[in-house]
Every structure is written in structure tokens, then in C-alpha cells.
């Protein structure tokens, strides 16, 4: 089985400040690991992925996330939020066993002026 | 020129009443999905299909039936709408199956009084 967990349902920062969401997976095989943001009355948008090969992935928007395998995690960063960032995050995870993702419950970003 | 696409996207209705959602594709993806997102966000997986083939039925009371006429369509009928149904719809497609990014729609929000 594998499950997502994103520790945090709210996080809040201010602008300019550093942007951290975790997401803790368990996945029984190698994972694949996705982040996805959804603004508001949105779809959801992909933001970077890992599959295989370099730990660190750089997305979009000036996002990045490391996979550490011992520690089950695929954190989210950003070091410097803006207040265009504000939105829901969502950490996920692809079991090829099972043949599909389970999404985190998400974390809502709020960026402070 | 819209990627996945769903009609329509606000759907009032009354309970009892029959409803239909529609997605089409235009990325030549093989793999679609309908997604439920409810008041929390929570997102949850309902159904997949590869090539037409259902290949995910997660535990969906059997009112909803997804169909698939060709791959580039995948829509969602809902009979005997209930309260509990109201929630935001969510068509996603994937080339291959989910191991690569989804890109979803822009939803649908059923609401049922």
C-alpha cells in the first residue's frame, strides 16, 4: 500500500521568506513523487516530479524538492515566496505496482504582505 | 487551445435528478481520470481509463458510471444525485498509466440541494 502524508495543513510565511511544505511518503516500491499546485477555482498544475536519477528536482516557478530516501520525504521548497505563490499544495505518489497516484490531503500556502 | 477540457463547469441540481459531466483531451494522452475533490480539498481517484479499458474502479457507489466512447473522451453520468455528491469534479489525463504527470482540468462544481 502507499499513502501520502503532508504534515502541515496550513502554512503561512511572509513575503520574501522561506517556503517549506513537507510531504512524507511509504511506498513499497522506488516511488514516483509529484507536487502540484492549485490556485484558486483551478486545476491542478504540476510543479516538478521526480522519477529516477538526480535527488534534487528543480519545477517551476522557482520551486524545488529533494528526495531523501531514507527519510521517506519529498519536501517542497522555495526560498523566497511571493505573494503570487499563494495556493494549495498538493505532494503525491505513483506506485507502479498499483498502477496509480495517491494525492496528499494538501496544504494551503497564505503569503503575508 | 484548452488541454482538458470539462463542460460545464457549475452544475446545480436537485437531488434525485440525473447528470452527466463531459471531458475531452487533446493532448494524445492514453489515460484518463475523473477525480473528486470535496469541501476539504481532499482529492480522491474515482476512475481511470487506459485506451478505453476501465483500469481503475476505486469504491464508487455504482450511480456513478464513467464511459469512455474513444480516448480522448472520458465522461461521468451520475444517477439518483445525493447531497454527498456535491463536490468539485476533477478530469485528469497521463500518457501511459499515471506514471508521468496528469494535466487536469479546470473542474466542474456539482452542488446538489
Known amino acids: 500500500a502507499q499513502s501520502v502524508t503532508q504534515l502541515g495543513s496550513h502554512v503561512s510565511v511572509s513575503e520574501g521568506a522561506l517556503v517549506l511544505l513537507r510531504c512524507n511518503y511509504s511506498s513499497s516500491v522506488p516511488p514516483y513523487l509529484f507536487w502540484y499546485v492549485q490556485y484558486p477555482n483551478q486545476g491542478l498544475q504540476l510543479l516538478l516530479k521526480y522519477t529516477t536519477g538526480a535527488t534534487l528536482v528543480k519545477g517551476i516557478n522557482g520551486f524545488e524538492a529533494e528526495f531523501k530516501k531514507s527519510e521517506t520525504s519529498f519536501h517542497l521548497t522555495k526560498p523566497s515566496a511571493h505573494m503570487s505563490d499563494a495556493a494549495e499544495y498538493f505532494c503525491?505518489?505513483?506506485?507502479?505496482?498499483?498502477?496509480?497516484?495517491?494525492f496528499g490531503d494538501g496544504t494551503t500556502l497564505t503569503v503575508k504582505p | 487551445d484548452t488541454a482538458v477540457s470539462q463542460t460545464p463547469k457549475y452544475l446545480v441540481t436537485q437531488m434525485g435528478n440525473d447528470k452527466s459531466i463531459k471531458c475531452e483531451q487533446n493532448?494524445?494522452?492514453?489515460?484518463m481520470y475523473w477525480y473528486k475533490q470535496d469541501s476539504k480539498k481532499f482529492l480522491k481517484i474515482m476512475f481511470s481509463y487506459n485506451n478505453k479499458e476501465l483500469i481503475i474502479n476505486e469504491t464508487v457507489p455504482n450511480r456513478f458510471s464513467p464511459k469512455s466512447p474513444d480516448k480522448a473522451h472520458l465522461n461521468l453520468h451520475i444517477n439518483s444525485l445525493e447531497l454527498g455528491d456535491s463536490a468539485v469534479y476533477f478530469c485528469a489525463s497521463s500518457q501511459g498509466r499515471g506514471g508521468t504527470e496528469a494535466f487536469f482540468g479546470q473542474g466542474t462544481r456539482l452542488t446538489v440541494v
Open positions: 503525491a505518489v505513483y506506485n507502479t505496482n498499483a498502477g496509480k497516484s495517491t
Open positions: 493532448l494524445g494522452h492514453d489515460t
